[in-house]
């Protein structure tokens, strides 16, 4: 999965999602050179979720719809 800037410039390509003990790692690359091993712990995941709105979830639900067409 790949994350761009608003000016369409590669910032972060996550290769892997993995479940720990302590959390969630997300691994991959910043800016397609800088490796990266992040950590979600469970405070976070509860504190993102009160970003997520109906909104966002139809927003997902539209792209996902996109590109099945």
């Not at 608003?6 to 050179?33: C, F, H, N, Q, Y």
């Amino acid at each position: 999965m790949k994350l761009y800037s608003p000016d369409k410039s590669l910032l972060i390509e996550v290769r892997a999602i993995k479940p720990t003990d302590d959390g969630i790692i997300v691994e991959g690359k910043i800016m397609g050179s800088m490796p990266m091993k992040a950590v979600l712990k469970p405070e976070e995941l509860r504190a993102g979720l009160k970003l997520v709105s109906l909104r966002l979830v139809l927003k997902v639900l539209k792209m996902l719809m996109k590109g099945r067409r």
